[in-house]
Protein backbone atom coordinates (compact mmCIF):
# COMPACT_ATOMS: atom_id res chain seq x y z
CA UNK A 1 0.00 0.00 0.00
CA UNK A 2 2.95 2.04 0.04
CA UNK A 3 2.96 4.56 -2.89
CA UNK A 4 5.91 6.96 -4.04
CA UNK A 5 5.39 9.15 -6.97
CA UNK A 6 8.29 11.46 -8.14
CA UNK A 7 7.42 14.58 -10.27
CA UNK A 8 9.29 17.97 -11.87
CA UNK A 9 12.05 16.43 -14.57
CA UNK A 10 12.30 18.20 -17.77
CA UNK A 11 14.83 19.68 -20.29
CA UNK A 12 17.00 22.55 -18.76
CA UNK A 13 20.19 24.11 -20.32
CA UNK A 14 23.56 23.73 -18.73
CA UNK A 15 23.50 26.18 -15.04
CA UNK A 16 19.67 26.02 -15.32
CA UNK A 17 17.77 24.60 -12.40
CA UNK A 18 15.02 22.15 -11.47
CA UNK A 19 13.20 20.74 -8.27
CA UNK A 20 12.55 17.50 -8.29
CA UNK A 21 9.26 16.37 -5.86
CA UNK A 22 8.69 13.47 -4.02
CA UNK A 23 5.44 11.85 -2.48
CA UNK A 24 4.69 9.27 -0.38
CA UNK A 25 1.81 7.80 1.30
CA UNK A 26 1.33 4.77 3.23
CA UNK A 27 4.44 5.29 5.06
CA UNK A 28 4.89 7.07 8.91
CA UNK A 29 6.61 9.99 7.21
CA UNK A 30 7.62 11.60 10.47
CA UNK A 31 9.91 8.59 11.07
CA UNK A 32 11.27 7.47 7.77
CA UNK A 33 14.17 7.79 5.44
CA UNK A 34 13.88 9.04 2.33
CA UNK A 35 16.78 9.21 -0.84
CA UNK A 36 17.32 10.51 -4.47
CA UNK A 37 19.28 7.58 -6.72
CA UNK A 38 19.79 8.25 -10.24
CA UNK A 39 20.58 6.25 -13.13
CA UNK A 40 22.42 7.06 -16.68
CA UNK A 41 22.57 5.62 -19.91
CA UNK A 42 25.12 2.88 -19.43
CA UNK A 43 25.87 3.93 -15.92
CA UNK A 44 24.93 2.00 -12.50
CA UNK A 45 22.61 3.44 -10.20
CA UNK A 46 24.02 6.16 -8.21
CA UNK A 47 22.83 7.64 -5.08
CA UNK A 48 22.31 11.47 -4.90
CA UNK A 49 21.24 12.60 -1.61
CA UNK A 50 19.48 11.74 1.34
CA UNK A 51 17.36 12.62 4.64
CA UNK A 52 16.60 11.32 7.35
CA UNK A 53 13.49 11.76 9.95
CA UNK A 54 15.80 14.08 11.81
CA UNK A 55 17.26 16.16 8.53
CA UNK A 56 20.10 14.84 8.86
CA UNK A 57 21.16 15.02 5.21
CA UNK A 58 23.98 13.58 2.86
CA UNK A 59 25.25 14.31 -0.95
CA UNK A 60 27.29 12.61 -3.27
CA UNK A 61 30.65 14.19 -3.91
CA UNK A 62 29.08 15.34 -7.57
CA UNK A 63 26.60 17.33 -6.86
CA UNK A 64 28.00 18.53 -3.18
CA UNK A 65 27.50 22.49 -3.62
CA UNK A 66 24.68 22.53 -6.39
CA UNK A 67 21.83 20.57 -5.04
CA UNK A 68 19.59 20.69 -1.82
CA UNK A 69 17.78 18.28 -0.44
CA UNK A 70 14.66 18.98 1.83
CA UNK A 71 11.71 17.73 2.83
CA UNK A 72 7.80 18.66 4.16
CA UNK A 73 6.08 16.87 6.73
CA UNK A 74 2.80 19.12 6.39
CA UNK A 75 2.46 17.83 3.03
CA UNK A 76 4.45 13.86 3.24
CA UNK A 77 6.62 15.45 0.56
CA UNK A 78 10.61 15.47 -0.03
CA UNK A 79 12.43 17.89 -2.51
CA UNK A 80 15.72 18.13 -4.63
CA UNK A 81 16.65 21.28 -5.21
CA UNK A 82 19.24 21.14 -8.50
CA UNK A 83 21.27 24.19 -9.59
CA UNK A 84 24.26 24.16 -11.65
CA UNK A 85 23.16 21.80 -13.51
CA UNK A 86 25.70 20.20 -16.38
CA UNK A 87 25.13 17.39 -18.64
CA UNK A 88 26.67 15.17 -16.39
CA UNK A 89 23.57 15.04 -14.95
CA UNK A 90 21.19 13.62 -16.77
CA UNK A 91 19.62 10.49 -15.64
CA UNK A 92 16.22 8.70 -14.68
CA UNK A 93 15.85 10.34 -10.64
CA UNK A 94 14.09 7.70 -8.47
CA UNK A 95 12.70 8.72 -4.94
CA UNK A 96 13.49 6.09 -2.04
CA UNK A 97 12.00 5.59 1.18
CA UNK A 98 12.12 3.59 3.74
CA UNK A 99 11.54 3.34 7.84
CA UNK A 100 15.21 2.51 7.89
CA UNK A 101 18.27 4.50 7.17
CA UNK A 102 20.43 3.64 4.60
CA UNK A 103 22.29 6.58 3.92
CA UNK A 104 23.50 6.50 0.28
CA UNK A 105 23.03 2.71 -0.59
CA UNK A 106 20.69 1.41 -2.51
CA UNK A 107 18.68 -0.95 0.17
CA UNK A 108 15.63 1.40 0.20
CA UNK A 109 12.31 -0.50 0.86
CA UNK A 110 10.19 1.48 -1.35
CA UNK A 111 10.66 3.34 -4.96
CA UNK A 112 9.13 5.46 -7.18
CA UNK A 113 9.17 4.85 -11.30
CA UNK A 114 11.17 7.94 -11.76
CA UNK A 115 11.08 11.35 -13.74
CA UNK A 116 13.57 12.38 -16.44
CA UNK A 117 16.14 14.81 -16.01
CA UNK A 118 17.81 15.98 -19.19
CA UNK A 119 20.76 18.92 -19.08
CA UNK A 120 21.48 20.15 -22.74
CA UNK A 121 25.17 21.43 -23.87
Known amino acids: QVQVVESGGGLVQTGGSLKLSCRVS????????MAWFRQAPGKEREGVSCIRWDLIKKYANAVKGRFTISRDRANNMMYLQMDGLRPEDTAMYYC???????????????WGQGTQVTVSS
Open 96 to 110: AADQDWHSLRGEYRY
Open 26 to 33: GLRFEHSA
